[in-house]
């Protein structure tokens, strides 16, 4: 799997239109304005080597996740041919020895990586602006995955953008901005982050997934466990996505039909639910799979926090118990 965090530290919650808009400056006549004019030009065109450690987050969370091959791919390329393409920073807002990146952080991580300054432009841009110029990076450069746009989407209408600005960041129409909306909210963020991008899944199958988490069939909770149990370190996110959209089906979504020269079966994954001894309900849920079983608990109480203090104890509790059970036979 991917790094799905790999952009940690170049990500921020998400940027959101200023409370207050600042006074306009003062424009400046005469000759004293056209140098002004002319030495902010400059300024603007201007490339500029920055500590790639003084730039932080910026805009809203694009990717869903990288490639761990074109990450080391773009790396490779700038260590062997030097880094051909700038990236666009701000100054930081509340920090004026700092930046905050609005496009390049895949660049501004690579040269992290290599030890090397960062090529970069330099803009005033507010926090639309900043907004703006992500999500038009984006379409121009490689391409988000559906469901990627619809999560940038859900970012910017969360975050108080309207419409029209959703629709000229990501240079689609209203019509398919409300459905992309639409089936972020069926489907909810924790999955779609457990997922990912799933480049090659459209619109009609997140709609299908949408569907079935609505007609009851399971719901997103079990997928996340079920894509936890059969996804394996190999695994990338079109084939998360299949096996959410596949819980509860007849088909073991990750075991091909078996035949004679495949060897025994794998068994499937069976759910539990743990009901507690003295109040009698449901304190915990265990999908368990052939390979790992998932432990599910509530976030209330503080069970859950004692259970992962004394996991440890457990375990060496376990362990003694099997040595004395030998010991006996």
Known sequence: MARKNLLEGLMA????????TPAAKR?????????????????ARALLD???FLIDAGGLQDRLESDDGEDAALLASI??????????VRPHPEDPERYQIVYGRRRVLAMRDLGKPVKALLRELDDSALVMAQGQENNARRGLSFIEKANFAAQMRDGGYDRNAICDALAIDKTV?????QIVDRIGGELINTIGAAPAVGRDRWNALAGKLEAG????????????????????SNERFE??????????????????????????????TIMGAVSGAPIARAMLGHDKVVLTLPREGGFEDWLVEHLSDLHQHWVQTQADDEQEQ
């Open 79 to 88: 260590r062997d041919y030097g880094q051909q393409v700038p990236v666009l």
């Open 177 to 181: 901005v409300s459905r992309m909306l």
């Open 27 to 43: 424009p400046l006549k005469g000759a004293i304005g056209a140098v002004s004019q002319s030495i902010e030009a400059l300024k």
């Open 243 to 272: 096996i959410a959209i596949r819980t509860g089906d007849e088909l073991d979504p990750v075991t091909p039909k078996h035949t004679d020269t495949d060897g025994p079966p794998k068994p499937r994954a069976s759910r539990r």
């Open 13 to 20: 919650e998400g940027a959101k239109p200023a409370d207050i």
């Open 50 to 52: 920055i500590d790639p």
């Open 217 to 236: 069939e399971t719901d997103a909770e079990t997928m996340i466990e079920m894509v936890a149990v059969k996804a394996t370190s190999e695994s990338d």
